[in-house]
């Protein structure tokens, strides 16, 4: 063996390295273990999670591990530890999409344009069914409506001047507003990426998933979904108005209470008693809001914080002080003779301005939302709602603010440069802001505008805080205090100095997944990994004796280098990653194999070679078959890593590092141990066996093809049969969309049962079944699936959790996780596992003809893998017609595309073995026809097929029956794709290379009949 000290400088090395970096690892367990302890009752023996958080939140700065020479706190021991994803620790994944629209709008100027209207909500359509990006379905819509108009009348305007002209083409204006649009999608990253850094997550994960719009957010170990949903989602609009004192608009509201006793009158005459519905359209014409159901609570957005708070200069706060007027009751109005029963109900005069109840904001937007109230305020007015109800009236306020011109606040939060969480005089959270140069000088002049009146400040068209204003601010440092929390104040001074995004985001895909069913998972992963790693131990001992054992110890060094590289390389191990870890064990022995059954085979070839020179011919010759087949599933690896996501990716950078230290520890640690052992060919290595091997066979495979095609397409037209009848493949909630819920229930419950409780209350598409234990249902449902909002999220689960209550004893049942993803989105993620599923069938035949020089086995290996493909869908729609439901979904097409490469890798060995001996044949002038050296190649090869399905089966199959409900359908494609990937490897792949030679060689016959050597005709 050459280099032999460098190759133990290399090992000693990587050891060293995985040891330094999993200890970071083992330390912060240690620490998080007594964070548990600590704030564990020692009665009780429940762990308070928060008290045990509080506890880690302190040890962010102090030193909690020492090394010569470094030390190290515990906020740096966790960013290098080894970091569960969400399906083992719990958390939320979210996909967003920064909406394009509002983007386009803001470079209109907000223009009106009706034609700019329409064409945005064309475009929107379309977009539904369409993988085009937006400003090209804009383009397309506009054109299509409007063929004689350009979009530069709209676009061009005094800001986009050196951008856009008058005479600017179509496509110009396109390609302006797509770069615009493309850097709104960056901003929006960046600024994400500044909020989650804030927000205290340990390992979380931010990426722009190219070419898409969207950007995928992971929050490992998040206790709070609702906290951080609103802090992602939140534009930051900062805004400061002017605000209308009541007096001002009492005229008004006037008017108002006289238009709404009109009304009461007419329907009084029309002996009218059905009220108005309240619609839920939007509320465009009222600050922007869109959100409108019968509990709404503003006019432009949702409701979060208290507005009875005051800004100050911070070093001058007597300069503002707080509306003294409070909102501890509500008094009586002086005009109630003149107000009619509608306005009664409705308005409450709390003495600065008028207040409603949460439940009644829809109905008093709906009038306001009308031309002809509107007329009715002065100035064209904006109306803002309270974000929280007063504590004490549990009212919210009506704030009527001036307008300006440009309809653009006089003071916007673009000029906060920084804020932060801090306490005023009284110990109450606040959030102190300061502004840039430009800010302070706005801020003095509409301070001094506004001497002893109130200001309006706005964030997400909600008002946080309206104080009065005693003096003029002449430093641009000031404070916003309300009734906040000190988390609430944290998150806002957090979205303050991360800045505004450019535009709304989209929730377009989310899952929450409980911390209980993340250890769950778990148990059940590394319980299947270790049985299944002992089983393959076993069986290598059994089967090769002391060479067997050498393998293990090759295997056990293999699964450290890929725990130690993972680490190294900050990756997230998942519960995909662990099934890609099993898999590995699987597959990594069959290097060894190879190595250990051409040692074997050049042993019984010639008595007289000796087992060191058996050694070094048996790893010369699997040097070949050990590459080919371990570069096509990298290259699936790649695939799978670039097209896929979250647990996907994990998976597949679980199964690249695996392979390359399978080749590492196969090829040189082996190696290695064995020369040490034999120590130079003095002493015996035993490759023999405990059990009975297979020996060489001389079985005629190539007879058989004829009957091998036709059992296959039995088996694939019956699943085709079956797919039918079932009216299609169960696909999941990822590739059709919809709302899935993984549900906990104290005692066992029906399935079918739970389905017709919920069908009762629940339209569209609803299935429901056992997942893993008795107690626990997977409920998932297309109703609402067009509503991507957090309002339809909270009814759909409403309606779910209701259904249920009554199979727990009246209680709702816990939800364990929960899944969304739109129906955009869903056609995107269908759409790139078809191009995954394909580009990798295009790689690997670009792979194998680039390899072996001849056409015919590249389409040898793709019909074969075509093959198997159909074959595992098959088996998937066989299965869902006698009751085993398995949904088809992304982890299913990691699976399919892992069955490619696993598949491949067992056809590229019997490839190699056919090009060697067709080489050898040629080399003897043996004379042999291509159909004999094939069989006789295959026959070479059985054995070790045999022994590498075996372990893989044995790993796979371990995996289907412990490793839990969520990789089920994983590993059941897995062990059909293992069972039919040997298959085809042996009557597939190789007879399809056969046909294709003996077509060839007939047609060059036909061609040269007198030159018939030129073209060997099998018969067979």
């Known amino acids: 063996m050459k280099n032999k000290a460098g190759i133990i400088t290399l090992i000693i090395a990587i050891t060293l390295l995985c040891i330094y970096y999993l200890m970071f690892t083992v330390r912060a367990w240690q620490v998080q273990k007594e ?73 209109s100027g907000n223009s009106n344009s009706i034609k700019l209207n329409n064409a945005l909500r064309q475009a929107q359509k379309a977009q539904v069914n369409s993988q085009e990006k937006f400003v090209y379905l804009f383009q397309k819509a506009f054109e299509r409506l409007y063929p004689n108009d350009q979009l530069a009348d709209i676009f061009a305007s005094s800001a986009n001047r050196e951008k856009i002209r008058t005479n600017s083409t179509n496509d110009e204006v396109v390609a302006f507003i797509g770069k615009e649009v493309d850097e709104g999608i960056d901003r929006a990253f960046e600024i994400l990426r500044r909020r989650i850094d804030k927000f205290g997550v340990a390992n979380p994960n931010i990426q722009k998933l190219s070419g898409t719009g969207r950007i995928m957010i992971e929050l490992p170990g998040i206790d709070n979904p609702d906290r951080a949903i609103q802090l992602i989602s939140g534009v930051a609009k900062l805004e400061f108005w002017e605000i209308y ?33 309240i619609t839920k359209d939007g509320l465009s014409l009222i600050g922007g809001n869109k959100k409108t159901d019968s509990t709404d609570t503003s006019l432009v957005a949702g409701n979060e914080t208290d507005t009875t708070g005051i800004i100050t200069d911070s070093t001058q706060r007597d300069s503002i002080q707080q509306d003294s007027t409070k909102k501890n009751e509500v008094k009586p109005d002086t005009n109630q003779q003149q107000i009619g029963t509608t306005f009664t109900r409705l308005f409450k005069n709390i003495g600065s301005n008028y207040a409603a109840l949460p439940s009644d904001t829809a109905e008093i937007n709906s009038y306001l939302r009308k031309p002809e109230v509107r007329r009715m305020f002065k100035g064209n007015a904006l109306f803002f709602w309270d974000v929280k109800p007063d504590d004490n009236t549990k009212l919210l306020s009506l704030h009527i603010v001036k307008n300006t011109r440009g309809g653009q606040a006089p003071l916007e939060g673009d000029v906060v440069v920084d804020a932060r969480q801090e306490f005023d005089q009284n110990s109450r959270p606040e959030v102190s802001m300061r502004m840039n140069a430009k800010g302070t000088n706005a801020w003095k002049k509409l301070t001094r505008a506004n001497l002893n009146r109130r200001i309006a400040i706005v964030l997400d068209n909600n008002v946080y805080s309206a104080p009065i204003v005693n003096n003029e601010i002449s430093t641009g440092n000031s404070s916003i205090a309300g009734n906040f929390t000190i ?328 939800v364990e996780s929960f899944f969304k993803v739109g129906s955009t989105i869903a056609d995107d993620i269908r759409n790139t596992a078809q191009t995954a599923v394909v580009f990798s069938l295009v790689v690997i035949f670009i792979y194998i003809v680039a390899r072996f020089r001849r056409w015919q086995y590249g389409a040898g290996a793709i019909a074969a893998l075509f093959h198997d493909v159909l074959f595992v869908l098959s088996a998937f729609s066989i299965a869902y017609l006698f009751g085993f439901s398995l949904e088809i979904d992304q982890v299913f097409i990691a699976a399919i595309l892992t069955v490619i490469g696993y598949s491949i890798n067992d056809t590229v060995v019997v490839f190699d073995r056919i090009r060697e001996e067709d080489s050898d044949n040629e080399k003897a002038r043996r004379g042999q026809a291509f159909g004999e050296v094939l069989n006789n190649a295959i026959n070479n090869t059985l054995s070790r097929t045999v022994m590498t399905s075996t372990t893989t089966l044995v790993v796979v199959l371990t995996l289907f029956l412990a490793g839990g409900e969520v990789l089920r359908g994983f590993s059941f494609a897995l062990l059909v794709g293992v069972l039919v990937g040997t298959y085809s490897s042996v009557f597939i792949a190789s007879p399809i290379v056969l046909d294709f030679h003996n077509l060839q060689a007939r047609r060059q016959k036909n061609k040269k009949p007198v030159v018939a050597n030129n073209a060997k005709s099998v018969k067979s």
Do not use: W
Not at 38 to 67: G, H, W
Not at 76 to 83: G, N, P, T, V, Y
Not at 798 to 812: A, D, M
């Open 35 to 107: 964070a548990r302890e600590y704030a564990r009752n020692p009665e009780t023996q429940i762990v308070d999670e928060k008290k045990a958080q509080r506890f880690l939140d302190s040890l962010n700065t102090k030193i909690v591990y020492k090394l010569p020479g470094a030390s190290f706190t515990y906020k740096s021991i966790k960013e290098k530890e080894l970091a569960l994803g969400l399906d083992l620790r719990g958390g939320m994944y979210l996909v967003v999409e920064v909406s394009p629209i509002e983007i386009i709008k803001a470079l």
């Open 487 to 814: 988390e609430e104040a944290r998150d806002l001074a957090n979205i303050l100095k991360a800045g505004k995004l450019p535009a709304p985001v989209r929730i377009v895909e989310k899952a929450v997944v409980g911390p209980s069913l993340g250890q769950k998972s778990i148990r059940q992963g590394l319980r299947s990994m270790l049985v299944g790693l002992a089983l393959v131990v076993i069986f290598m001992v059994l089967y090769y004796k002391q060479g067997g054992a050498i393998a293990n110890i090759a295997l056990l060094t293999n699964i450290f280098f890929i725990v130690g590289i993972l680490s190294q390389f900050g990756a997230i191990l998942t519960l995909a990653g662990i099934a890609g870890i099993v898999l590995t064990i699987g597959m990594s022995v069959d290097a060894n194999v190879l190595i250990y059954e051409r040692i074997r085979e050049e042993l019984r070839r010639e008595k007289a070679v000796k087992l060191p020179m058996a050694i070094k011919l048996g790893y010369e010759k699997a040097y070949s078959s050990i590459i080919d087949a371990n570069v096509t599933t990298f290259l699936i690896g790649a695939i799978l890593y670039s097209f896929g996501s979250g647990s996907v990716k994990g998976f597949a950078v679980t199964l690249m590092i695996g392979i390359g230290c399978s080749l590492f520890s196969a090829i040189f640690i082996t190696r290695l141990i064995i020369e040490v052992i034999s120590h130079g060919g003095k002493r015996q290595v035993n490759f023999s066996s405990f059990i009975p091997t297979m020996g060489k066979p001389n079985i005629s495979f190539i007879k058989l093809r004829k009957k091998a095609y036709m059992i296959s397409v039995a088996f694939i037209t019956f699943g085709i049969i079956s797919a039918v009848i079932n009216g299609g493949l169960n696909l999941g909630v990822d590739f059709k969309g919809g709302r899935s819920y993984v549900v906990e229930f104290e005692k066992p419950v029906a399935a079918t049962d739970a389905r017709i409780a919920l069908s009762k209350t629940m339209q569209g598409s609803l299935e429901v079944k056992t997942f893993g234990s008795s107690n626990q249902i997977k409920v998932t449902t297309s109703y609402l699936i067009d509503d991507e909002s957090e309002e339809a999220d909270l009814q759909v689960r409403t309606l779910v959790l209701n259904g249920l209550k009554s199979f727990n004893s009246g209680k709702k049942p816990s």
């Open 245 to 277: 004192e009541l007096n001002e608009v009492a005229t008004s509201f006037a008017e108002l209470s006289n238009y709404l006793n009109k009304l009461d009158q007419a329907k009084a005459r029309n002996d009218t008693t059905t009220r108005r519905t």
